[in-house]
């Protein structure tokens, strides 16, 4: 834990919803933030949607200040070391997300994976793909276990990966015991794979010009769909066209 700068720390706690230490506003004592900070490295708003239909809160306050959720993305990807040896992790995965994942060969968003199998806690999604994932040695992620002295949830096991980590899938048959694995509509997984994971993917996207209010817009767009209602079309565009940008810097 030595070479962790506390900014990185703390960046990583407040990912994985440890947020007992952190300020008490509505910013940083949010234990879900992750929902929204995911949903940010998507094209559309069909993962925001997505997740507001499961009963997922996604925090308006993340987006009201820029400079600050910058500060706190950008400590997280500083905390992705490689891995010292090879890794199989399991994740149950939101279908629709994986599908977006698989057609690009990539992760889009921070990706949490298991050492301790399929776990429970995460099959409250509609729709489920069930991810066993190969990381090989020297592969950029964050072994919680080993950077926490007192880890909050030491029973997920959870090694987290970056977003645009490339990969390459092996279709597998669902196993009986798969089978029972449920969503929360009680639906069997849709399929099984695995994950090769092969490194860092480079893109070329950190000089595109970051809109003006569009976190504002953004707000908007996910106030409209927590109400039930078809957020503006405009609003739409401009939140998506700044959020493409906006995670683009840390590249």
């Known amino acids: 834990m030595n070479d962790y700068a506390k900014e990185e720390l703390q960046a990583v706690k407040y990912y994985i919803g440890d947020v007992r230490d952190m300020p008490q506003d509505g910013f940083w004592n949010d234990p879900k933030a992750y929902n929204l900070l995911n949903a940010l490295f998507f094209e559309g708003i069909e993962t925001e949607t997505a997740r507001i239909r499961e009963g997922k809160f996604l925090n308006p306050e993340i987006l009201a200040d820029v400079s600050r959720l910058a500060y706190v993305l950008q400590n997280l990807f500083h905390a992705f070391r490689k891995s010292e040896r090879e890794y199989l992790t399991y994740r149950v995965e939101r279908y629709s997300d994986f599908l977006m994942m698989n057609r690009k060969k990539e992760t889009i968003s921070f990706t949490s994976t298991s050492c301790g199998g399929f776990l429970n806690a995460y099959r409250d999604r509609k729709g489920i793909a069930l991810l066993r994932i190969r990381i090989p040695e020297n592969t950029y992620c964050i072994v919680m276990q080993e950077i926490f002295e007192q880890y909050a949830k030491p ?37 099984s794979c695995q994950l090769t994971l092969s490194g860092w993917k480079k893109h070329a ?7 003006d209010s569009g976190n504002l817009a953004g707000i908007r767009v996910i106030t409209a769909l927590t109400n039930g209602k078809i957020p503006e079309k405009q609003d739409i565009l401009h939140y998506c066209a700044w959020k493409k940008a906006f995670t683009a810097k840390f590249f």
């Open 155 to 191: 029973e997920e096991e959870e090694i987290l990966l970056p977003p645009w980590t490339a990969f390459q899938t092996e279709m597998l048959a669902l196993s009986e015991q798969e089978r029972n694995i449920s969503d929360s509509d009680n639906q069997p997984p849709k399929l």
């Open 205 to 211: 996207l950190s000089e595109i010009e970051i809109p």
